[in-house]
């Protein structure tokens, strides 16, 4: 927010405080400001000039040569301009002057002839069209009432410090002027006044006029109307003009700048109707029907629904509420009677009203923030006084005044004691008690009451707060920490999390973390069925877009689009692993699961067995047995014949595999990719958290090669399995050294050569006791597997 510095001097006493010196203090006691600026800074030498003669130049047609009066001499300045006259007033650039644009003017010559100057335009001292809609095309003429040689910045009133405010949300009663002017005064301890409104009235009744209604007493907290007779539309007042033009206001007239003017100044937007525009002089604040239509102030029509507050009259709407005001009921240079509306709408409803009709406003950037019901009465009575004091219409007596629910004063209790403990200072009560007062809070024995105005002040800590921004920052004492730290403990899901990213480091993976808000096209990139349950994801309300507006049920999508972004970068090989989150929708519930997986993915030099060997890894890392690799030829993201589901007994707790190529070329992946996906809370139940000592064995181990013939169906894990059962205690390893498939193999079988180690922790194993192990293994293997030693 923008403000002349000037304004806030109506308020409180701004003598002696340098621009410097306010940037700072407004700063620390929490009103930040961005900067300020003087536009009389880039215009200088730029002063008031009557021209005494013109005559033609002997050199040049369209040039003339002015004989212009600056004040203490005469200056011989030449120009092109078609319009000047003698006699007029005009703005000249002299000797040494500076442009906003950054032109310096110098003493020259045009087509022979000494210039001393130049003459100016409303463009080159800084102004646009819309500042001067009726200048004419050349220089810009000034009144005749003005002194020779008078500063161009005092005429336009440049010198004008402007201060460029930065409010926080939870700070309504700071955009405006008497907000920040009360703050000005707390902040250096000066006096603050806030005149009374002194309306006199022109008799009459508000009620022979209009009928106001509410129809939404909790969309419209309270509207207040007040009615001006035998209106006068014309300019505003130069003051007005420019204190609105220096907030970044452009002048229109004076009824509808008498409306922003107080805007700014009370931070309340007001609006303005043509009386004679409402139908049956009627005013209610109602919901819009759906398909209803409306043509707003910046002539758009719009179609309204009926989660909109609306301003109507008898018949039709006539503004948004709190957003922007009808085209039929605007203020024209005819209106005669005028209707001023001053009200309070409730902060949710004005911001979805004004993201729907896409139309955000001065007036619904406040309403947004929630304003104060108790400031709509004094902010429509200072429009009336201002009315009066232009002469610009008679103020009809009375005023429409509908509330809704009133909030119950907030009353917290007040411990100076506790307050500076809390705080770590030692402030004095009475400061404590002035400064509050100062912000306008009422100071009882041991409570205070926020004024109506800070909502945001809610309890202890808010009222301590605003005590210590006044008091200083900078001012509390710097101690050491005191008390005891506390020992935290990590879960055993934590500690897991840790582990699992240490043994893939130590693997030599990466890690990675991507977004959790993805795709829907991920469902069909990864060759997912129709009514695959991992296309059944949570829709995001309110997304950025159509490529982040669901969240993820599987992590493998974002781990295959870091590998192709790996790939285009020029990457020869890649290994990646997240520890990533995904989303499972629950029936019957409003949030869903969240769970955490194992995403691995990796490319270049390396096979199925090497993915499947990280795995492996992985698992002897946590402490994870029994873990088996299941054939999965079904699964349609994954090469039908290398793809395997990890299990534990019967329960499946990951996936892992080659990347189908069809699937591959959806991503732009021109190479073999390997993935898998692990559930982490799967790990963390089959995992165990303790380890037990085993001593090194004392005795020899025994080993004994087996080659068996065995259908091509059957897994090695199921091989390994019965190996391991009966060999029971004895057992110490097994390594499979050979698969074979050959002449020497009939069809529809395999060769399958294991080395397997035994080995008793009590004693050397004898020949006897080796050959009875291996026999019952043998038994089993042909008894289960129909296998055939060779």
């Not at 220089?139 to 201060?163: W, Y």
């Not at 209790?413 to 004095?428: E, M, Q, Y």
Request: glycine share 8%; aromatic share 6%.
């Amino acid at each position: 927010m923008k403000i002349p510095m000037s304004w806030l001097s109506d308020y409180t006493d701004i003598s002696g405080i340098t621009p410097e010196a306010y940037n700072h203090a407004m700063t620390m006691t929490g009103s930040k400001v961005e900067g300020i600026s003087n536009a009389g800074d880039k215009l200088v030498n730029v002063v008031v000039g009557k021209i005494v003669d013109i005559t033609p130049h002997p050199d040049a047609d369209k040039l003339v040569v002015c004989q212009i009066n600056v004040g203490e001499k005469t200056l011989q300045i030449v120009t092109g301009a078609p319009n000047v006259k003698p006699g007029q007033t005009v703005p000249v650039a002299l000797d040494g002057a500076l442009l906003p644009d950054g032109t310096k003017i110098k003493t020259g010559k045009l087509r022979g002839v000494e210039s001393a100057g130049m003459l100016c335009s409303h463009n080159e001292l800084g102004f646009t069209d819309e500042d001067f809609p009726d200048a004419e095309y050349g220089i810009l003429i000034l009144d005749d009432s003005l002194p020779a040689g008078m500063d161009i910045r005092d005429v336009f009133n440049l010198n004008e410090n402007i201060v460029e405010f930065e409010i926080t949300s939870n700070r309504p009663d700071c955009l405006s002027v008497i907000g920040l002017a009360r703050e000005t005064a707390v902040t250096f301890g000066r006096p603050f006044t806030l005149p009374v409104p002194a309306v006199h009235g022109a008799g009459d009744d508000i009620h022979n006029y209009v009928k106001i209604s509410v129809e939404d007493t909790v969309g419209c907290l309270r509207y207040c109307g007040k009615v001006v007779k035998n209106v006068k539309i014309g300019p505003s007042p130069k003051w007005m003009q420019d204190r609105l033009a220096a907030c970044g206001i452009r002048s229109i007239n004076n009824i509808v700048d008498i409306t922003n003017y107080i805007m700014l100044e009370y931070g309340q937007p007001m609006h303005a109707f043509d009386l004679r525009d409402l139908e049956d002089a009627t005013i209610c604040v109602r919901r819009a029907k759906d398909g209803e239509m409306l043509t707003t102030l910046d002539d758009i029509e719009r179609k309204l629904d009926d989660s909109m507050l609306m301003i109507c009259d008898g018949k039709k709407p006539v503004g948004v509420a709190g957003v922007m005001g009808g085209q039929n009921s605007e203020i024209k240079e005819d209106t005669a009677t005028v209707l001023f509306e001053s009200a309070t709408f409730g902060a949710a409803l004005v911001r979805k009203t004004a993201r729907k009709l896409g139309l955000r406003t001065e007036s619904s950037a406040r309403y947004e923030k929630g304003l104060d019901p108790q400031n709509t009465m004094p902010a429509i009575m200072r429009a009336c006084e201002l009315v009066e004091a232009l002469g610009c219409g008679e103020v009809v007596d009375g005023v429409i005044d509908l509330r809704g629910a009133v909030d119950e004063p907030n009353v917290i209790p007040f411990d100076p004691a506790k307050i500076n403990a809390f705080l770590g200072t030692d402030i004095d009560r009475a400061f404590m008690e002035d400064t509050l007062r100062a912000l306008a809070f009422e100071v009882r024995s041991d409570a205070v009451v926020p004024p109506s105005f800070r909502k945001d002040v809610e309890g202890f800590a808010d009222v301590a707060e605003e005590i210590l921004r006044i008091y200083g920052y900078d001012k509390i004492p710097s101690t050491l920490m005191c008390g005891e730290t506390a020992h935290s403990v990590k879960t055993p899901a934590q500690k897991l999390e840790e582990k699992v990213k240490a043994l893939l480091c130590a693997c030599g993976f990466n890690e990675i973390v991507t977004y959790s808000f993805t795709n829907p096209v991920l469902f069909d990139k990864l060759r997912l069925a129709a009514d695959s349950p991992q296309r059944n994801a949570v829709t995001i309300s309110n997304p950025l877009g159509e490529e982040n507006s669901i969240m993820r049920t599987t992590a493998l999508h974002s781990m295959l689009e870091t590998l192709a972004r790996n790939q285009n970068y020029k990457a020869p090989a890649a290994a990646l692993y997240e520890l990533a989150t995904i989303y499972l929708p629950r029936e019957g519930e409003a949030l869903p699961e969240e769970r955490k997986v194992v995403s691995l993915g990796l490319y270049g030099d390396c096979d199925f067995y090497d993915c499947k060997g990280v795995v492996e890894t992985l698992f002897d890392g946590v402490s994870l047995s029994g873990a088996r690799f299941l054939p999965d030829s079904e699964n349609p993201t994954f090469h039908p014949g290398r793809c395997a589901n990890i299990c534990i007994g019967k329960k499946v707790i990951g996936v892992m595999g080659q990347i189908h190529p069809a699937v591959c070329k959806q991503y732009g992946l021109d190479k073999e990719i390997y993935a898998a996906e692990i559930n982490m809370p799967d790990l963390l139940t089959y995992s165990k958290n303790s380890k037990t000592y085993k001593p090194l064995p004392k005795y020899p181990a025994v080993v004994r090669d087996l080659a068996i013939l065995v259908d091509d169906g059957v897994l090695a894990a199921d091989v390994e399995a019965i190996i391991k059962k009966k060999a029971k205690n004895l057992f110490a390893g097994l390594t499979l050294f050979d698969v074979y498939k050959g002449k020497q193999v009939p069809d529809g079988k395999k060769s399958m050569a294991y080395s397997v180690t035994l080995q008793s922790m009590e004693k050397t194993l004898t020949d006897a006791e080796v050959t009875q192990t291996v026999t019952e293994i043998l038994s089993a293997l042909e008894k289960e597997l129909g296998a055939v030693l060779r």
